[in-house]
Structure formats: C-alpha cells, structure tokens
C-alpha cells in the first residue's frame, strides 16, 4: 500500500516534534553540545547574533508568507471571473526598486553586525592573567599543553572559571599534527580550525564550574566522528590541585612492575610518553596521567579497566581506522599492561 500524501506530511511532522522535543530535553540536561545555552563571553555574543538574525529573517518569513497568504485568498478564482486571461501588467519602476533596495539594505545590517561580532572576539585583548593552552589536533584525538605549568594532557581540557571578580580567561594557540581539525564547543564558543603549520587563536571565559562537550567539527577521517571533546571548567582550587597532580612525574609502583616491562617492550613507548620514566613518545596521546581522565581514546568509551583492557587488545573495537596498531599482546601481557597503566592516577 502506498503512503498517501496527507500520511507523510503526518509522518514528518511527528519526527519534527520528536527531534526539537528530544534536544530540548538534551539540552537542559546538558549533554549535548549547543549553541543555545551560552555560557563564556564569545558564546553569548554568537548567541545574541543569531537571535537578530533569527528576528530579521523571521520578520521576512512573516511579511512573505502573509503577503503570499493574502493574494491567494483575495485572488482567487471565482465563479464571477470573466473567462479567459486575467490583465496582464509588465513593470513597475516602483516596486523593482523596493524589493531590489529593501534586501540590499537588510544584507548590509546584516553583513555589517556580524563583522563587528567576528571583530570583537578576535581583537578581544588578551589580559596579563591569561591562561595559555596549546591545542594540537591529531587523527582521531587532542593534545593539550600547558607551556606555563609544563603539562601536557590529552582529550579532556581542564580550565579555570572566569568571573566579574576573578576573571580567567584561557586563550588557546591551536595548531595541527596532520589534517585538518576544528575545535568546537558550542557553548563556549565558536569554531576555529587546527590547521598544520600554521597557529590559530580564540578565547573562552566560562562562567559556570562544570562539564562542556564539544567535538571536531572539521571532517579529518575515518574516526572524525569520535574525536569528542571534554572541557572541565574548574573552580579556582580544583583547577589548582588538578595542575599540580598533572605535573607530577607517573606514580612508581614496584608492584605493577611487570606491566610496566611490557609497555616498554611492546613499543608502546614509541607512540606514548610517560613522564619520569622511558617512554618519551609523541604519536599518541600523553598517558602520565591517564586514570585522571573519564574517558578513553578522545571520548570513544569509559575509562574503565575492562575497556582500556579491550582498547588496548584491539583498538577497532571501539574506534574502527584508529591510528593505534593493536599489538597481539597475549592475556597475560594485557592484564599486566592495564594493570600498570590502571596506576597511572
Ligand atoms: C603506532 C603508535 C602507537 C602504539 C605502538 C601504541 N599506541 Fe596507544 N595510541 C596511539 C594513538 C594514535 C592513540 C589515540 C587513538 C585515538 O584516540 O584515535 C592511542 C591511544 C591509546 C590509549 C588511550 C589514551 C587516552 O588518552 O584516551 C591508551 C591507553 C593506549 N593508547 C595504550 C597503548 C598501549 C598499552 C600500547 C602498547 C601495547 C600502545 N598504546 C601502543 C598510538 C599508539
Ligand atoms: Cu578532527
């Protein structure tokens, strides 16, 4: 049987409401990324333009279709109508020229009120209290340092919060390992590319303690979908306390000394660094501090030890094309390599 038309209008509009019924829900409860819930300086100037865009071309809808509604209904055809071809009327110098100027003036309000938006978060000055943050995009994952405070982390950004009082804005100096990236958190800003040799800026001043999701926004590969981003905004202290466990050298536990071997013979070390102790690579993201992350492999999965057990078994599991080779590590070389990096606090 086919579906007749009337049937899938019905069908689309249900999946409409379903949709904007299902963000909203989403929205407040805060897991998924948008624009609609600004909450640092860039985010609410981004926000508030869109909403005088919306007014705009909402106010076009609204004359449009009223006009449109209007002749259909005074026009149309009656029985009264004489037969043959209504008048037919060519030109009117009049009108061409308002519906040539009207929409000429509506694009420069427009053109105009974005650029001083694009300008005003971009010659933002920076202030003398900054955080720096280096952001390097890499296939299918981040790397953030802290030149400052000699960190280097990866996948989940922790910032300080920003306020009236205490401002803390972090300004991030992004950059590119290979492709192209974009780094995106719709609620604290807009998007700006990683681009390889080449350094883009933007700034955030969060305003809310709290957890920020984002993502690449930027097509970069097979697992672009799964280079999720977290972004803690931390109180002062915890932002304190969370900077000085990162920079610790990797704890040292003699017990997990065996797992420790594998990851230093299973070239594991060739891809990860681990601060304080042999493992200096840089292909992968750093591990010094792994068990302070919530999640695995750029937001692909909890960090629990099953799944780092399973990551490490075969990484196509979780993020099919991630550029980590699974090694053939025997169960007992993965129960000692998980339990070494399960230290890793
Ligand atoms: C050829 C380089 C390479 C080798 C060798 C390698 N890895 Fe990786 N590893 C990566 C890359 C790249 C990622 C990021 C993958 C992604 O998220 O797309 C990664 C991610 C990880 C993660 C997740 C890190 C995080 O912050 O979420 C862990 C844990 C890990 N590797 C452990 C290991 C262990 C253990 C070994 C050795 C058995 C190993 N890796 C060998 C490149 C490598
Ligand atoms: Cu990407």
């Given at each position: 049987m086919q579906t007749s038309r009337s049937q899938r209008l019905m069908y689309r509009a249900i999946a409409v409401t379903w949709l904007l019924l299902a963000s909203t829900t989403m929205i407040a409860q805060g897991t998924t990324p948008s624009t609609l819930a600004p909450a640092s300086t860039p985010a609410h100037q981004i926000f508030d333009l869109s909403l005088f865009v919306i007014a705009i071309t909402g106010g076009i809808f609204v004359v449009v279709g009223g006009l449109i509604a209007m002749a259909l209904y005074r026009f149309r055809a009656r029985k009264s109508d004489p037969l043959g071809e209504p008048a037919q009327i060519y030109g009117s110098t009049q009108i061409e020229l308002a519906w040539t100027v009207i929409p000429i003036l509506i694009v420069v309000v427009l053109f105009l009120t974005t650029a001083r938006i694009i300008f005003?978060?971009?010659?933002?000055?920076?202030?003398?209290?900054?955080?720096?943050?280096?952001?390097?995009?890499?296939?299918?994952?981040?790397?953030?340092?802290?030149?400052?405070?000699?960190?280097?982390?990866?996948?989940?950004?922790?910032?300080?919060?920003?306020?009236?009082?205490?401002?803390a804005a972090t300004f991030l100096k992004l950059?590119?390992?290979?492709?192209?990236?974009?780094?995106?958190?719709?609620?604290?800003?807009?998007?700006?590319?990683?681009?390889?040799?080449?350094?883009?800026?933007?700034?955030?001043?969060?305003e809310k303690p709290g957890l920020y999701v984002g993502q690449c926004a930027q097509f970069c590969g097979s697992q672009h979908?799964?280079?999720?981003?977290?972004?803690?905004?931390?109180?002062?202290?915890?932002?304190?306390?969370?900077?000085?466990?990162?920079?610790?050298?990797?704890?040292?536990?003699?017990a997990v000394e065996a797992?420790?071997?594998?990851?230093?013979?299973?070239?594991?070390?060739?891809?990860?660094?681990?601060?304080?102790?042999?493992?200096?690579?840089?292909?992968?993201?750093?591990?010094?501090?792994?068990?302070?992350?919530?999640?695995?492999?750029?937001?692909?999965?909890?960090?629990?030890?099953?799944?780092?057990r399973q990551w490490i078994k075969s990484p196509n599991s979780f993020k099919h094309g991630a550029l980590m080779p699974a090694m053939q590590l025997s169960d007992e070389q993965l129960d000692r390599v998980t339990a070494y990096l399960e230290t890793l606090k």
């Open positions: 005003a978060i971009q010659d933002a000055p920076k202030p003398k209290s900054a955080l720096d943050v280096t952001v390097i995009g890499h296939q299918f994952w981040w790397e953030f340092r802290y030149p400052k405070y000699g960190v280097v982390s990866a996948n989940e950004l922790h910032i300080p919060v920003s306020s009236k009082t205490a401002p950059t590119s390992a290979d492709v192209n990236h974009s780094f995106w958190i719709p609620q604290l800003g807009g998007k700006t590319d990683l681009i390889a040799n080449h350094v883009n800026t933007m700034w955030l001043d969060p979908a799964m280079m999720l981003l977290r972004v803690y905004v931390d109180t002062p202290e915890q932002f304190d306390t969370w900077i000085k466990n990162q920079q610790l050298p990797a704890l040292e536990d003699s797992g420790r071997m594998v990851f230093e013979k299973q070239a594991c070390m060739n891809c990860h660094t681990v601060s304080g102790t042999a493992a200096t690579g840089r292909f992968g993201p750093d591990l010094t501090h792994l068990m302070s992350r919530a999640t695995l492999a750029s937001g692909a999965m909890d960090n629990t030890p099953a799944n780092l």
